[in-house]
């Protein structure tokens, strides 16, 4: 059991009294001391004058349920007391609402009504960490110095967090969900909680779960043998038998239908599959990482995701900070992905103006990391220089405009239009297979299929592979 010191006290805010026994009576047994009150103002005097491990927060005081009086006493401990994890009580009604608890600074949060089993997990879980989130003694070269974080670029306070948090749970089986928009990093920190665990010598093996078609779904995830259908001409290992004793990371979770969740959920819940055809059950000793650039959580209050899989997943959920809330690691990252460019291309060294660096540090980068370096490579070959300035820069993305906006189809097949569409929109949307197949009015399985008769080049995943 995590260390409470005899002194220090989980916290527990909330109006209704019925809850508040509820979960007193859960802690004793689980061997927790609480104190429990009923509205803010005591809550803040308590933190005041008591040692407090952590608090578990509801987030309505009052008749009116929008929450906000959550949100502002949510601010109020983290004003105050930063590196105190707090974790917040919802219903399935008001899931965005705890997300966005979340975002602001809460450790994570449960609903109403919760699975003790599961809620004892989650405390024990965050009390875990609570020595790695208190950040603000910690630097990149310490952590460098513990873990293996290659190819992850950055020193911002939200990045070390992050890092600090997988160097923590990377050595344990716990699984890991990675929240992030596109071009965050996603996989790569995934890679780095693989290689950082002992799990390491064995493979990672990563899975684009939007690109796998229900019919196709046991086939690739737990093998087939020879003769278990027509073009089975050959016994197959499947993706879990590839990852065994090592990690399976599956990407774009949240595009799974509910058909292939409880297939997946079984397998996670008795650690043994079956491959298609075959009679023997198999032993699936596998560490699962996932990722996705949705909000699992309101996809489940939605009905979309399934509740009992989403808590397997999300044992621990690492939230990666866009680009444009850590702007103060652009020019690191940008002269760190110039650098691997340059190399890649077999050129010689180039470097970035100050002008330049100071223009990209204000872009708002939607497509995050990815776009940042195809905005690199795209000046870096338009522009012959040793040094790259701001007016570079402004005269390369000037001149993608002009090739879009001069854009014509005279003289062209028909394949040759949809080649030249489907690569638009790949740019347009960094290559978020997601957003390129709504775009252009496709199925992902359809867009998949175009890509592969193009052979238009597209990674397995919705993250760059270069730098996070």
Same mark, same amino acid.
């Given at each position: 059991?995590?260390?409470?010191?005899?002194?220090?006290r989980?916290?527990?805010?909330?109006?209704?009294?019925?809850?508040?026994?509820?979960?007193?009576l859960?802690?004793?047994q689980?061997?927790?001391?609480?104190?429990?009150?009923?509205?803010?103002q005591?809550?803040?005097?308590?933190?005041?004058?008591?040692?407090?491990?952590?608090?578990?927060?509801?987030?309505?005081?009052?008749?009116?349920?929008?929450?906000?009086?959550?949100?502002?006493?949510?601010?109020?401990?983290?004003?105050?007391?930063?590196?105190?994890?707090?974790?917040?009580?919802?219903?399935?009604?008001?899931?965005?609402?705890?997300?966005?608890?979340?975002?602001?600074?809460?450790?994570?949060?449960?609903?109403?009504?919760?699975?003790?089993?599961?809620?004892?997990?989650?405390?024990?879980?965050?009390?875990?960490?609570?020595?790695?989130?208190?950040?603000?003694?910690?630097?990149?070269?310490?952590?460098?110095?513990?873990?293996?974080?290659?190819?992850?670029?950055?020193?911002?306070?939200?990045?070390?967090?992050?890092?600090?948090?997988?160097?923590?749970?990377?050595?344990?089986g716990?699984?890991?969900?990675?929240?992030?928009?596109?071009?965050?990093?996603?996989?790569?920190?995934?890679?780095?909680?693989?290689?950082?665990?002992?799990?390491?010598?064995?493979?990672?093996?990563?899975?684009n779960?939007?690109?796998?078609?229900?019919?196709?779904?046991?086939?690739?995830?737990?093998?087939?043998?020879?003769?278990?259908?027509?073009?089975?001409?050959?016994?197959?290992?499947?993706?879990?038998?590839?990852?065994?004793?090592?990690?399976?990371?599956?990407?774009?979770?949240?595009?799974?239908?509910?058909?292939?969740?409880v297939?997946?959920?079984?397998?996670?819940?008795?650690?043994?599959?079956?491959?298609?055809?075959?009679?023997?059950?198999e032993?699936?000793?596998?560490?699962?990482?996932?990722?996705?650039?949705?909000?699992?959580?309101?996809?489940? =209050?939605? !009905?979309?995701? $399934?509740?009992? +899989? @989403?808590? #397997? %997943?999300?044992?621990i959920? &690492?939230?990666?900070?866009?680009?444009?809330?850590?702007?103060?690691?652009?020019?690191?990252?940008?002269?760190?992905?110039?650098?691997?460019?340059?190399?890649?291309?077999?050129m010689?060294?180039?470097?970035?103006?100050?002008?330049?660096?100071?223009?990209?540090?204000?872009?708002?980068?939607?497509?995050?990391?990815?776009?940042?370096?195809?905005?690199?490579?795209?000046?870096?070959?338009?522009?012959?220089?040793?040094?790259l300035?701001q007016?570079?820069?402004?005269?390369?993305?000037?001149?993608?405009?002009?090739?879009?906006?001069?854009?014509?189809?005279?003289?062209?097949?028909?394949?040759?239009?949809?080649?030249?569409?489907?690569?638009?929109?790949?740019?347009?949307?960094?290559?978020?297979?997601?957003?390129?197949?709504? =775009?252009? !009015?496709?199925s $992902?399985?359809? +867009? @998949?299929? #175009? %890509?592969?008769?193009?052979? &238009?080049?597209?990674?397995?995943?919705?993250?760059?592979?270069?730098?996070?």
């Amino acid at each position: 059991m995590p260390e409470v010191t005899p002194l220090s006290r989980i916290l527990i805010i909330d109006d209704d009294s019925s809850v508040l026994v509820s979960l007193a009576l859960l802690l004793k047994q689980a061997g927790y001391a609480s104190i429990s009150c009923d509205e803010p103002q005591q809550a803040m005097q308590i933190l005041a004058t008591q040692d407090i491990a952590l608090v578990l927060q509801d987030m309505n005081f009052s008749l009116q349920t929008s929450g906000e009086e959550g949100l502002s006493l949510l601010a109020d401990i983290k004003q105050l007391y930063p590196a105190l994890p707090v974790l917040l009580m919802t219903a399935w009604g008001s899931i965005a609402l705890a997300v966005r608890g979340v975002k602001q600074g809460a450790a994570d949060f449960f609903t109403k009504p919760w699975d003790n089993t599961q809620l004892l997990e989650l405390i024990r879980t965050t009390l875990d960490l609570v020595p790695v989130t208190a950040v603000g003694k910690t630097n990149r070269q310490t952590l460098d110095s513990q873990f293996d974080f290659a190819d992850i670029i950055g020193e911002h306070p939200e990045l070390l967090k992050v890092l600090a948090t997988i160097g923590r749970v990377a050595r344990t089986g716990a699984s890991v969900l990675i929240l992030g928009e596109s071009g965050t990093g996603k996989e790569l920190i995934a890679d780095a909680i693989h290689r950082n665990s002992p799990r390491a010598s064995k493979p990672i093996v990563k899975v684009n779960m939007g690109a796998v078609t229900t019919s196709l779904f046991e086939s690739e995830m737990f093998g087939h043998v020879r003769g278990a259908f027509t073009d089975a001409k050959s016994d197959r290992k499947g993706h879990i038998a590839m990852a065994h004793h090592g990690s399976l990371f599956l990407d774009e979770i949240g595009e799974m239908n509910r058909n292939d969740q409880v297939k997946l959920l079984r397998v996670l819940q008795n650690q043994s599959y079956q491959a298609v055809g075959a009679s023997k059950t198999e032993q699936a000793d596998v560490r699962i990482i996932s990722a996705t650039n949705r909000e699992l959580a309101e996809l489940v =209050a939605s !009905g979309d995701f $399934r509740e009992d +899989l @989403y808590y #397997r %997943l999300n044992l621990i959920t &690492i939230r990666l900070p866009p680009l444009r809330e850590r702007r103060t690691d652009i020019p690191l990252l940008a002269h760190r992905l110039l650098a691997r460019l340059v190399r890649s291309y077999g050129m010689q060294v180039v470097s970035l103006a100050p002008s330049a660096l100071s223009w990209l540090a204000a872009r708002a980068w939607p497509g995050n990391i990815r776009q940042l370096k195809q905005c690199l490579e795209r000046t870096l070959l338009l522009v012959d220089k040793p040094l790259l300035e701001q007016s570079d820069f402004v005269f390369a993305e000037q001149h993608e405009e002009a090739q879009e906006q001069g854009f014509r189809i005279d003289g062209m097949t028909l394949e040759q239009v949809e080649k030249i569409m489907i690569e638009k929109a790949m740019e347009q949307h960094q290559g978020n297979i997601t957003h390129v197949a709504k =775009a252009l !009015g496709l199925s $992902r399985f359809s +867009l @998949y299929r #175009r %890509l592969e008769k193009h052979q &238009i080049a597209t990674s397995e995943t919705d993250d760059d592979g270069g730098a996070g």
